[in-house]
């Protein structure tokens, strides 16, 4: 956790001081992010949805929000918009306290979320900056086809390449990008080892709330860089030493968390009351073994690894074989899977308002996976960074009604 | 006098409100055919026609329809049209149709596709990928390269072998289709007491079930006899309206907006008859001039990338072209396509000083007077002030 804090404020840092070495910034998403071709070019990397949800842990994005409706923006929209929005027009300060440099480009990878486009388009308003598209198509029959990577490759080169190159002056160097796809596989395998840790009874990791840590470098600014790697090194290490010990995982007020409950989750944490959240699931000793959330910046678990040998071709698989980037069928193979994989004894689905992309199909899904594996789905609803909308209370009583139910079926 | 424009309001009506979808059925009997449904907002419907089939345009429920089992689908938070669509799919009356199609417009469509997937295993289901991409080497390969794969689907469904010159032949009558709907327009928008917004709106509705050969007849019918009217144009308000271009308002919604004194000039309703706007070529490849049409000419809509034009630029050309003054933003609630895509267009028409009103309501929304006071006050302001 450390090593992670000490990346994160290195990276902002280097954000907040491009006045004087003239770096520059690309903002562009998590989901089928190109953070090594970003980096191949020395191009500083921001990603607006980490931006709001620190935004929403520091308790400031429902200010944001606020803002952003005052500007005119509907209620019933994504607060990740609206929180970064809101951040921007008050002073743009990031999540270290510093401010945030203006784009140089926005890099719309455009993966798995229709609210991408409208976001970058609103913020293309707002710094009148040039952006760049990557058309990610859709898995609507649940696979990649040789055209679908034919059309993301070819962007990539003809669209993308050109732009990152014009943008920071710099040739595109494949060897360099090569070496940093080497490095991400590395980072790769040892994410895959930590997320299969939870397989063994009890789990030494709670794979969604303790997940969310565990996925941050890698799906943000810090893939294919040396820090990233040896990160995810040290975290299997320890990951697996627990394990040997027969730990479960540690929870934020330092306690070990007894597992009376293994769960899957499906869909976004709530960012606001993080902490209260996970609560609720601990007391209660449910340990969550694994989550689609933690799935949204790649399934490496399936064998996907970045590929130095095939860069473009690589890079265009990972942007398709996102998690919101499937269709619902695979949605719901997969968290069935994972119920079996990870003995499982139920499902929670957290409903998030801010999100169609998520929800819109959660309760057929529920339908549907309930009728394959036999266990029990609960459901919650809370939002992102909107505070307006998590409901403690309520929240609360509904997960104490499916624990209890959870209990009576055991 | 009866008016003239009557029987065939009448007949339209009667199809807008048929929600057991009879005309398709009728056709599907007295034709042989298969009939394919298509979610809006824009699908190539000259596919579907040149297999020989009906496309059906399917755009919810509306407001008659009551919702019993769509609900339980469906957070509150999101829009309605995918539960009354689901609602007409469990309830059985749409399985006159023997395939969906699911264009890219938004999560929530793109998601009933895997959806309808789970539901309708038995169907024929395809989400329609539409390139964001707008060169013909990348964005129109990969889209002719899907029409061809919805084609084959489409051919295999319907045992109908599509050679070019077929293909063709419907493109032809589909643009034949959109010139006289540009005509339809063009002629609302010159003499407004002459076409009723609320007629325009159901003879569009029309073409989600009609032929489109019999459509394009009934457009003309409908002008027809609309130029027969003596009416004398009031002194009401020219507005566009837009942000509508899924889940569609209800009738009495836009009879209650035309009442509060305004002139609706221009919409973005069942806009997938009017999303390209010139005509496509006839050339050697039709699948290519499809594309090429995608590609190039066609309206700017929210959920469609314009790297080209500035923002808004699109509806400040329609105001300008059909001599508006003034913009209603009229959008489905929970729509975020069409509600992060409105600050944009605010900001646009403020620079170009073009006023504007803004209301959300859904497809079944039943009360209607604080929208008609709210356009009736714009109406008013614009009257007297020339801006709101
Ligand atoms: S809709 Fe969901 S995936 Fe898209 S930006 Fe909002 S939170 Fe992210
Ligand atoms: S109304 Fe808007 S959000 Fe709902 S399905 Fe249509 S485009 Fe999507």
């Given at each position: 956790m450390l090593l992670q804090k000490k990346m994160i404020a290195g990276h902002f840092d280097r954000l907040?001081?491009?006045?004087?070495?003239?770096?520059?910034?690309?903002?562009?998403?998590?989901?089928?992010?190109?953070?090594?071709?970003?980096?191949?070019?020395?191009?500083?990397?921001?990603?607006?949805?980490?931006?709001?949800?620190?935004?929403?842990?520091?308790?400031?994005?429902?200010?944001?929000?606020?803002?952003?409706?005052?500007?005119?923006?509907?209620?019933?929209?994504?607060?990740?918009?609206?929180?970064?929005i809101g951040m921007m027009r008050k002073g743009n300060i990031g999540p270290t306290g510093q401010r945030l440099p203006e784009p140089s480009l926005l890099l719309l990878s455009y993966t798995g979320c229709f609210t991408f486009m409208k976001w970058f388009e609103l913020l293309k308003q707002e710094y009148n900056c040039p952006v760049v598209m990557l058309h990610v198509p859709y898995q609507a029959d649940g696979r990649i086809t040789p055209e679908m990577r034919k059309y993301v490759v070819k962007q990539l080169k003809e669209v993308v390449i050109p732009k990152l190159e014009e943008i920071s002056g710099k040739k595109y160097d494949e060897d360099k990008l090569r070496a940093m796809l080497a490095s991400s596989a590395r980072s790769e395998d040892d994410l895959v080892a930590v997320w299969d840790a939870a397989k063994q009874k009890p789990s030494p990791i709670d794979a969604y709330f303790g997940g969310v840590y565990y996925i941050g470098p890698i799906f943000t600014a810090f893939r294919g860089t040396k820090e990233c790697e040896s990160y995810y090194r040290t975290l299997r290490a320890e990951v697996e030493q627990r394990a040997k010990q027969g730990l479960g995982p540690v929870t934020p007020d330092g306690k070990v968390h007894q597992e009376k409950y293994r769960l899957v989750v499906e869909g976004p944490p709530n960012w606001t009351s993080f902490r209260e959240f996970w609560e609720m699931f601990y007391a209660e000793g449910a340990v969550c073994v694994s989550s689609t959330y933690t799935r949204v910046g790649g399934l490496y678990e399936q064998g996907f690894r970045h590929d130095p040998e095939h860069p473009l071709e690589s890079l265009a698989d990972y942007c398709m074989g996102?998690?919101?980037?499937?269709?619902?069928?695979?949605?719901?193979?997969?968290?069935?899977?994972?119920?079996?994989?990870?003995?499982?004894?139920?499902?929670?689905?957290?409903?998030?308002?801010?999100?169609?992309?998520?929800?819109?199909?959660?309760?057929?899904?529920?339908?549907?996976?309930e009728k394959r594996t036999g266990r029990a789905g609960g459901f919650i609803e809370s939002d992102l960074v909107d505070p307006r909308y998590f409901s403690a209370a309520n929240i609360k009583n509904r997960l104490e009604s499916y624990f209890q139910m959870l209990e009576a079926r055991s | 006098m009866t008016d003239p424009t009557t029987e065939i309001v009448e007949q339209c009506r009667v199809l807008y409100e048929d929600l057991s979808f009879t005309a398709v059925k009728q056709w599907k009997e007295r034709t042989g055919g298969r009939a394919v449904g298509f979610m809006p907002v824009y699908a190539p419907r000259e596919l579907i026609h040149a297999a020989g089939m009906l496309p059906v345009g399917i755009m919810g429920g509306g407001e008659n329809l009551e919702i019993i089992k769509g609900d339980a689908y469906f957070q509150s938070y999101i829009c309605h049209i995918p539960r009354s669509t689901i609602e007409l799919g469990v309830t059985g009356r749409l399985d006159c149709l023997d395939g969906m199609l699911f264009p890219a417009i938004c999560d929530v469509i793109r998601n009933l596709s895997g959806m309808w997937q789970m539901l309708f295993k038995d169907k024929l289901v395809r989400y329609l990928d539409f390139p964001q991409e707008f060169t013909a080497g990348i964005g129109g390969a990969f889209y002719r390269h899907e029409l061809e794969g919805l084609l084959q689907q489409l051919s295999a469904l319907s045992k109908v072998t599509v050679t070019p010159e077929r293909l063709r032949q419907s493109i032809a009558l589909y643009n034949e289709n959109r010139r006289v709907i540009a005509k339809l327009y063009d002629t609302r928008a010159k003499t407004p007491e002459k076409v009723p917004t609320y007629e325009l709106y159901l003879v569009m509705r029309a073409s989600n079930v009609l032929p489109v050969e019999e459509h394009t007849a009934l457009v003309e019918r409908y002008l027809a006899a609309a130029a027969k009217r003596d009416r004398k144009p009031l002194d009401n308000a020219r507005v566009v309206v837009t942000g509508a271009f899924c889940e569609q308002p209800p009738i009495a919604l836009i009879r209650a907006l035309e009442a509060s004194g305004c002139y609706v000039v221009d919409d973005d309703w069942v806009l997938g008859a009017r999303y390209l706007l010139g005509d496509v070529k006839l050339g050697d490849d039709p699948l290519t001039e499809l594309a090429n049409a995608y590609l190039g000419d066609t309206v700017e809509t929210a959920s469609r990338y314009e790297p080209r034009r500035k923002k808004g630029a699109f509806l400040i050309d329609s105001v300008k072209k059909y001599g508006a003054e003034g913009v209603v933003f009229c959008a489905p609630s929970f729509c975020d396509p069409a509600l992060l895509e409105r600050p944009m267009l605010v900001e646009a028409l403020n620079k170009a000083g073009v006023p504007h009103t803004s209301f959300?309501?859904?497809?079944?929304?039943?009360?209607?007077?604080?929208?008609?006071?709210?356009?009736?006050?714009?109406?008013?302001s614009i009257k007297l002030w020339g801006a709101a």
């Open positions: 907040a001081n491009t006045a004087k070495t003239g770096e520059k910034a690309v903002y562009t998403f998590v989901p089928g992010n190109l953070n090594e071709l970003i980096w191949a070019f020395d191009l500083l990397p921001v990603h607006p949805e980490i931006n709001a949800l620190q935004s929403a842990m520091r308790k400031q994005s429902g200010d944001y929000v606020l803002e952003a409706e005052k500007a005119g923006h509907s209620e019933d929209v994504c607060t990740y918009v609206k929180s970064d996102c998690y919101t980037n499937r269709n619902l069928p695979s949605r719901v193979d997969l968290i069935a899977k994972q119920i079996e994989d990870f003995q499982a004894d139920g499902f929670v689905v957290n409903s998030i308002k801010s999100c169609n992309s998520f929800s819109a199909g959660q309760l057929l899904m529920m339908k549907e996976i | 959300n309501y859904a497809e079944n929304t039943s009360q209607y007077h604080v929208f008609k006071e709210q356009t009736g006050t714009f109406a008013d």
